[in-house]
């Protein structure tokens, strides 16, 4: 007689974990018993709304204990299973639906940090990263600083699946550099956090010209510079590049270094006396050499130096007064005039005619005295002025008294130098005589004096 077995495998203690991790190996362990014999045992496993079920083939383990290992994908969805056994009599069981948890235990990964690590101040900043993770990036956050008291915590912006990125300013005043690390963060909680890096600042800003003054030019005198800038780290110094049209057409220009502090800079040059044009621009530079240049600038030149008056030459031939005058000036001489009177009285202007350098005019003459006043005007109003009078000459009783005092004393000198050759002889002694009772007496020196008291 033949037995039939008809009697179900029976599962026992379920001994899988009831958490599984992401990337990691879920084992699945279940006891099983049959009165015959366990000839084959599997399970039947599918994640969260999944259609199709898996299949896993245990392998006994040891005596009624059968296990089977599956990897656990990255995925937060809940993982159902059942098992399933077959005795040698192919009489099968199963198990009830069974669910377990999956937990994501693996941190973000930071593939590729773009970010520069040297920027100029007051520049844009593009931080850039890419990041993965095995089920999803929730937020990427950025935390950066360029002083110990401004640290600011900023969220990225997401660029494509992997790609965040975020600008920002840096500071413009400031060589300090910035410092900077992520915050990473996945759907499930796990946060990763780098490790600080440095972005290396330099300063390529350069001055800044605020506002600039000049003087007055005037031919001659002294023009003052006077200009403000500034710079975001430290001014280093200012030139003043400066020209006049006279210099253009050699080629020449000064460069003068300005002297100041903090803001101000001025200095001073000397206008040429020709200059009618004054042409200049700024150069400021900072410590690190970033040079900023002005436009050229332009102004006039006012030419406030009168025409010198070197010499007057006034004579007088006949009836006519001639008049000579030399003129210079140090733009141009436009005009010289004449103003005359008679006898107190103006009787005209003249205009002087210019031959080889030299102003030239005539006027009649009238009586023996003339008064003239000489006007000599340049090219940009400047005037000035001489005023003198011409006399007649005349010849006068003095000149005759003069002219008779030396003939005579030059025949003096004559005598007297003939004498002491011995030509001439010396006068004979003077000899007085008096009468006296009728006859003559002669007298000494001493008796004439004597007698003349007496009277």
């Not at 010209?209 to 403000?228: L, P």
């Not at 009078?389 to 010849?395: F, L, R, Y």
Request: hydrophobic letters at 35%; a negative charge; proline letters at 4%.
């Amino acid at each position: 007689m033949e037995v039939l077995d008809d009697d179900l495998p029976q599962f026992g203690r379920d001994l899988s974990p009831d958490y599984g991790t992401t990337g990691d190996n879920f084992s699945f362990v279940v006891e099983v018993t049959d009165n015959v014999g366990v000839s084959e045992v599997w399970v039947e496993y599918w994640y969260e709304d999944e259609e199709q079920q898996r299949v896993l083939v245990l392998e006994r383990s040891k005596g009624e204990v059968w296990r089977g290992e599956v990897r656990v994908e990255d995925t937060l969805k809940r993982l159902f299973y059942m098992f399933h056994a077959r005795d040698h009599s192919g009489n099968e069981m199963k198990t009830p639906i069974k669910e377990v948890t999956i937990i994501d235990d693996d941190m973000p990964e930071i593939l590729d940090d773009m970010t520069e690590n040297v920027t100029g101040t007051g520049n844009r900043v593009d931080f850039a990263v890419k990041v993965v993770d095995n089920v999803g990036i929730r937020e990427v956050r950025l935390l950066y600083w360029q002083s110990g008291k401004d640290l600011k915590n900023l969220t990225m912006e997401r660029i494509s699946e992997t790609s965040w990125r975020l600008t920002v300013t840096s500071k413009k005043d400031s060589l300090l550099p910035i410092r900077y690390y992520y915050q990473v963060e996945d759907i499930a909680g796990n946060l990763l956090i780098t490790r600080a890096a440095l972005i290396r600042v330099y300063d390529d800003d350069p001055p800044e010209v605020i506002s600039e003054e000049v003087s007055e030019a005037t031919t001659g005198d002294n023009c003052s510079f006077t200009v403000n800038v500034v710079d975001n780290i430290v001014v280093r110094g200012v030139n003043v590049q400066y020209w006049f049209d006279i210099w253009i057409s050699l080629g020449v220009s000064q460069n003068v270094s300005m002297g100041g502090a903090g803001e101000e800079y001025s200095c001073e040059i000397r206008v040429p006396a020709r200059a009618s044009r004054l042409y200049y621009r700024y150069f400021a530079y900072d410590e690190e050499g970033n040079i900023a240049g002005t436009p050229v600038f332009e102004k006039a030149v006012r030419d406030n130096d009168p025409p010198v008056i070197q010499w007057v030459e006034a004579k007088g031939v006949e009836d006519k007064l001639t008049l000579r005058v030399g003129v210079e000036d140090n733009i141009g001489v436009l005009r010289v005039y004449l103003e005359y009177y008679y006898e107190g009285r103006k009787a005209g202007e003249e205009d002087f005619m210019e031959r080889n350098g030299v102003w030239e005019t005539k006027i009649a003459l009238r009586g023996e005295r003339v008064e003239y006043v000489i006007y000599c005007e340049d090219t940009s109003g400047n005037v000035n002025q001489t005023r003198s009078v011409w006399k007649k000459p005349e010849t006068s009783k003095t000149i005759y008294y003069v002219v008779g005092i030396l003939v005579i004393m030059a025949f003096i000198g004559l005598m007297y130098f003939l004498m002491r050759k011995g030509r001439i002889p010396p006068p004979s002694p003077l000899k007085v005589f008096r009468r006296r009772e009728g006859r003559e007496e002669s007298l000494d020196n001493m008796d004439v004096i004597r007698d003349g008291k007496s009277g």
